[in-house]
């Protein structure tokens, strides 16, 4: 199979096209606008629409209009954009839509800056929208892993009928990296039984709605959305465990940051430390089977983010809290380096 070397971003308009996406909605904000710049270029190629939105509101309803038709849609921003896609993407989730959004993320609150971060791991897996509803959170840590992740979310969406988010970061999006495309895959999802896209007289009109007046109804639909949500959890979580057979530390961490992490467990056990790492590719459902696994041999659990600390109370709930989990993070844009991290292992109890 051919490699190409891409940018983050641009491998993930790529893999998005031949994953079969055919309306791309977006608005442009740093650090992922090269990826709306590709899909201008390609889309009308290979026989999709591009349409760059007039808001990051507009965008993600167009989503939601030509999702409801049946076709794979997607649309992209940075952490700012994202959450004014929020009450949208609820919408989406309300009305059992499939459709794929990326966050390449960037610092915040607010505006805040360009750089990348990890910030909005509690918006994503959390509080991306009102009401009671998840959504397919994938985390990527090389530009490869995004290309595989974006064809997962558009099948893993379609399977569930739920929106999907590939949760990058600016360090993703703008790196270079050799990668392998999977060949164009034809949308064979069977979306006869709920799609909009017109009866021609031989069915029952199909309605995509997320309104309900009645109480009971609608607790109905969420009831039975739950439902469909512990199939998920049960089925689609996936993490990568690193030297975590016999490690004295479990250090956990995804997406750029698990790069950074990786290093400094090989430096600690130069220097005869047990070190291990857990890197979830899940964020929502999250692997709790699989943290349990991996800190099995573990006194203690180092978390370590781009954040003031976000995952670390999903890492805390998927042990019970049995063991002690500290935490180092940076924020505001800073990339925490491997020799930050590894004293920090040596300072809660890895130097012996």
Not at 25 to 35: A, K, N, R, S, V
Not at 52 to 74: D, K, P
Not at 234 to 251: G, K, P, S, V
Request: glycine letters at 10%; hydrophobic letters at 40%; charged letters at 20%.
């Amino acid at each position: 199979m051919e490699r190409n070397l891409m940018k983050g971003n641009e491998a993930l308009a790529e893999a998005a096209i031949r994953a079969g996406c055919k309306c791309f909605f977006g608005y442009p904000i740093t650090p992922q606008t090269e990826l709306a710049a590709y899909m201008a270029k390609r889309m009308h190629k290979a026989g999709g629409v591009f349409l760059q939105a007039e808001s990051e509101i507009a965008a993600i309803n167009m989503v939601l209009g030509a999702a409801s038709t049946g076709v794979r849609a997607m649309t992209s921003s940075s952490s700012p954009g994202i959450s004014l896609k929020g009450e949208g993407i609820s919408y989406l989730a309300g009305s059992d839509l499939p459709a794929v959004i990326i966050n390449v993320q960037r610092g915040g609150p607010g505006l805040g800056g360009i750089q990348p971060s990890q910030a909005d791991y509690w918006q994503a897996t959390k509080a991306l929208g009102h009401g009671d509803f998840h959504i397919l959170v994938y985390a990527p840590a090389s530009v490869q892993e995004m290309v595989d992740m974006v064809v997962k979310a558009f099948d893993t969406a379609d399977k569930y009928r739920m929106p999907a988010m590939i949760l990058a970061d600016g360090l993703l999006g703008q790196m270079m990296e050799p990668v392998e495309f999977p060949e164009i895959i034809e949308n064979s999802a069977d979306k006869s039984g709920w799609a909009a896209n017109g009866h021609g007289n031989k069915r029952e009109h199909h309605i995509i709605n997320s309104l309900y007046l009645q109480a009971d109804l609608l607790e109905d639909k969420v009831v039975e959305r739950f439902r469909r949500y512990e199939t998920v959890k049960a089925d689609e979580t996936d993490a990568e465990l690193y030297l975590t057979d016999d490690c004295d530390i479990l250090l956990t961490a995804y997406g750029a940051t698990a790069r950074v992490v990786k290093s400094a467990v090989n430096s600690a056990r130069e220097q005869g430390i047990k070190a291990g790492m857990f890197r979830p590719k899940t964020l929502w459902p999250f692997p709790v089977k699989e943290l349990n696994k991996a800190c099995e041999t573990a006194s203690c659990i180092l978390d370590v983010e781009m954040s003031m600390g976000q995952m670390i109370d999903d890492v805390k709930l998927a042990i019970n809290c049995s063991k002690p989990v500290h935490f180092y993070g940076r924020t505001g844009g800073v990339i925490p380096t491997p020799a930050e991290i590894l004293e920090e292992i040596k300072k809660v109890g890895g130097a012996k």
